[in-house]
Antibody, heavy 122, light 109 residues
Framework: EVQLLESGGGLVKPGGSLRLSCAGSGFTFSNYVISWVRQAPGKGLEWVSGVSGSGGTTYYAVSVKGRFTISRDNFKNTVYLQMNSLRAEDTALYFC???????????????WGQGTLVTVSS | SYVLTQPPSVSVAPGQTARISCGGNSVGSKSVHWYQQKPGQAPVLVVYDDNDRPSGIPERISGSNSGNTATLTISRVEAGDEADYYCQVWHSSDDHRGVFGGGTKLTVL
């Protein structure tokens, strides 16, 4: 069974940093693109970032480019999202999601974690 | 940037057909994916590549995509279909970015 488990969320002050983790199991982790998708309280879904299976290619939304860094450790079956210079508008539930086909980026998300909550507030 | 436009809400009586639109510039040239999200839960993929269903998704749920509008159709609507629905594409200009529609709340009357 495919599982994705996010962790690392919490309360952080504006301008602060946080690192999220997404641990995957039940599939050949290194073969799949993993993305982060966030959802602000009461709002819709927003794609944040994605990383290729090897970790060599990364993609970012305009809203986070230059502040967030995505990476992965395939030995630990984990994808990370390093979030710096956090703003109030980054407050959201952060999901990680796996695409449905190996080695491809531009695909649908067929498995999702339950999310980890990030709150940016003074 | 690429924008997908969905109606904020759609209401339908049980047993009727719900249609949720997703508008975007030449969206017909892209693959559209649809997700269902119930309160407090993670999204679930219900349609991928315009009109394919993952295993376990009932045939009552279908999709279409042409021109500037993609549509999710739910036939014989049930109370359990009440949820938020999001369309999603990938937009590739100077880079590849995921794009979600704003979401549609389906209410079963």
């Amino acid at each position: 069974e495919v599982q994705l488990l996010e962790s690392g969320g919490g309360l952080v002050k504006p301008g602060g940093s946080l690192r999220l983790s997404c641990a995957g199991s039940g599939f050949t982790f290194s073969n799949y693109v993993i993305s982060w998708v966030r959802q602000a309280p009461g709002k819709g879904l927003e794609w944040v970032s994605g990383v290729s299976g090897s970790g060599g290619t990364t993609y970012y939304a305009v809203s986070v480019k230059g502040r967030f860094t995505i990476s992965r450790d395939n030995f630990k079956n984990t994808v990370y999202l390093q979030m710096n210079s956090l703003r109030a508008e980054d407050t959201a539930l952060y999901f990680c999601a796996k695409v449905d086909q190996e080695h491809l980026l531009l695909r649908s998300f067929d498995s999702w974690g339950q999310g980890t909550l990030v709150t940016v507030s003074s | 940037s690429y924008v997908l436009t969905q109606p904020p809400s759609v209401s339908v009586a049980p047993g009727q057909t719900a249609r949720i639109s997703c508008g975007g510039n030449s969206v017909g040239s892209k693959s559209v994916h649809w997700y269902q999200q119930k309160p407090g839960q993670a999204p679930v993929l219900v349609v991928y590549d315009d009109n394919d269903r993952p295993s376990g998704i009932p045939e009552r749920i279908s999709g279409s995509n042409s021109g500037n509008t993609a549509t999710l159709t739910i036939s014989r609507v049930e109370a359990g279909d009440e949820a938020d629905y999001y369309c999603q594409v990938w937009h590739s200009s100077d880079d590849h970015r995921g794009v979600f529609g704003g979401g549609t709340k389906l209410t079963v009357l």
